[in-house]
């Protein structure tokens, strides 16, 4: 499973309020939402714990085709996943495209000749997995979660990110 620290409230009151909106949502048939349904782009049905956890940290880049700041950084995000990939860390795409827009995220994975592997999910479903996940508002692409070796969720940023901040952040962490 996934695990973050929740820096706001103690372990107790997070399962409280939890199992407080669980009761609410069965007591008044209200659906819960689902997990993003995540998949290559084969169709096969992936998820980020598949990837999280072999004992090296993921970065996880979450792009759209058409951001203009994801398409500046792809490029190095490769290179930072094939000097890395065999040692401490590797690099996992998702891309909120969606089936719509599959084409066009085929298209950026081939013009940045990515070799990590990437998913596709449906946008609004990619977005509440990132508020699930980190407990914060979705804001924009690109955005970063970033696992420690264990499989522990422990970075989310929004915006630009150089890879010489991850990889110092990585040194300074392992």
């Known amino acids: 499973g996934v695990y973050i620290e929740n820096k706001t409230f103690k372990d107790g009151v997070v399962k409280r309020l939890l199992n407080l909106s669980l009761s609410l949502c069965l007591l008044f048939s209200i659906p819960i939402l689902q997990a993003a349904e995540l998949k290559d782009f ?26 203009h700041v994801c398409n ?26 969606g089936e719509r827009k599959k084409k066009a995220a085929e298209a950026f ?14 946008p609004e479903q990619v977005m509440s997995m990132f508020s699930e996940l980190t407990g914060v508002a979705w804001l924009g692409t690109p ?30 962490n392992s």
Request: net charge negative; glycine share 6%.
């Open 42 to 67: 084969t169709g096969k049905p992936q998820s980020i714990e598949h990837y999280a956890g072999k004992d090296k940290w993921l970065v996880v880049m979450i792009w759209a085709s058409d951001c």
């Open 109 to 122: 994975v081939a013009r940045h000749q990515l070799s990590f592997p990437n998913l596709i999910g449906e």
């Open 143 to 172: 955005t970063f979660l970033i696992y420690d070796p264990s499989g522990k969720l422990v970075v989310q940023q929004v915006g630009a990110v150089p890879v010489n901040l991850i990889e110092a952040f990585i040194e300074r």
């Open 72 to 97: 500046e950084e792809a490029s190095s995000y490769e290179l930072f996943h094939h000097a890395r990939k065999d040692k401490d860390a590797h690099v996992l795409g998702i891309s909120l495209d």
